[in-house]
């Protein structure tokens, strides 16, 4: 019989930091064997207070701490840019910043920026929409974590995408999509419908040659999911390093690819945004509302 990891309550956390991980460090061992690219920008757009969980050790277990870690291990310059809107989550993920970044290596520079080498981070008390990109270059390859407590805090604006997709050709992004029904999704259909514009400011930046794959946990109350943006050629990677991630915890996860598939992806995203009840009367042509999306 097949030993699972116990994570109690935080089993969707561990999976997605296992996840995170292994999506950054493909991207490490990818870009450093590519003579196109010259650094390597990474943004975080909901960074949070980068708290240690657990007894894991501190770069497993948040978001800043993967990066930071990963970082070191590059072959080429990384910038890094926190985004925290929250005021007193922001001063507690620079003082958790402050404690254990040395350990990787890193010196403080200043109250919120922090470099080792060639590699620096910066954390910033703002919105994850505001985040500034006009020093993207052409020669960067860009990787995105968007991660909001759920889909209603969405941290990367409508036009993100599209404005790196206009600087550099090389861009993957990972975000958290959290749809409980018995929460979120009692909001009015009309308020949902903002949710799949997010997706689809998304497939509309798409360049041809990188894909989205919507994933969503299988048999999950909380109906969480995650959109992931990559190359069309690290398809089954990708794919292994989600199954691998959550089969540590005895889950599955459906999985399905926007240019591959678009019926499929289509299906997914409704099954995440529309209640049981909306799902049946859209199948059956009695959704208008949802013409418009």
């Known amino acids: 019989m097949t030993k699972y990891l116990d994570v109690g309550k935080s089993w969707r956390t561990w999976a997605k930091h296992?996840?995170?991980s292994s999506f950054v460090g493909q991207e490490v061992g990818a870009t450093g064997r590519m003579n196109g690219i010259k650094r390597l920008v990474w943004f975080d757009l909901s960074a949070g207070d980068a708290v240690k969980v657990d007894d894991e050790e501190w770069h497993k277990t948040c978001s800043p701490g993967i990066l930071a870690h990963h970082a070191i291990h590059s072959r080429k310059p990384v910038e890094i840019a926190l985004y925290e809107i929250?005021?007193?989550?922001?001063?507690?993920?620079?003082?958790?910043?402050?404690?254990?970044?040395?350990?990787?290596?890193?010196?403080?520079?200043?109250?919120?920026?922090w470099r080792a080498g060639d590699r620096v981070i910066q954390a910033f008390n703002s919105s994850g929409h505001n985040?500034?990109?006009?020093?993207v270059?052409?020669?960067?390859?860009?990787?995105?974590?968007?991660?909001?407590?759920?889909?209603?805090?969405?941290?990367?604006?409508?036009?993100f995408a599209q404005e790196i997709a206009s600087r550099t050709p090389w861009f993957r992004s990972l975000s958290t999509m959290g749809c409980n029904p018995s929460g979120i999704k009692r909001m009015k259909p009309e308020?949902?419908?903002p949710w799949f514009d997010l997706v689809g400011a998304q497939q509309a930046a798409l360049p041809r040659y990188r894909d989205l794959l919507l994933a969503a946990i299988e048999r999950d109350e909380a109906q969480w999911a995650y959109l992931l943006c990559t190359a069309e050629k690290w398809r089954k990677a990708t794919e292994a390093v989600i199954s691998t991630?959550?089969?540590?915890?005895?889950?599955?996860?459906?999985?399905?690819?926007?240019?591959?598939?678009?019926?499929?992806?289509?299906?997914?995203?409704?099954?995440?945004?529309?209640?049981?009840?909306?799902l049946r009367e859209w199948r059956n042509l009695?959704?208008?509302?949802?013409?418009?999306?």
């Open 245 to 278: 991630a959550f089969r540590k915890i005895g889950r599955t996860v459906a999985m399905s690819w926007f240019r591959r598939d678009p019926a499929r992806f289509e299906e997914t995203k409704r099954t995440l945004f529309l209640t049981k009840k909306e």
């Open 137 to 159: 270059r052409c020669t960067d390859a860009v990787l995105v974590l968007n991660d909001p407590n759920a889909i209603t805090e969405w941290a990367m604006r409508d036009t």
């Open 86 to 113: 929250q005021a007193a989550t922001y001063d507690r993920l620079v003082a958790n910043l402050g404690a254990n970044l040395p350990r990787l290596g890193y010196v403080q520079e200043s109250e919120n920026r």
């Open 18 to 20: 296992e996840l995170m």
């Open 191 to 193: 308020e949902r419908l």
């Open 286 to 293: 009695q959704l208008p509302f949802l013409e418009a999306s």
């Open 131 to 135: 985040a500034v990109v006009d020093f």
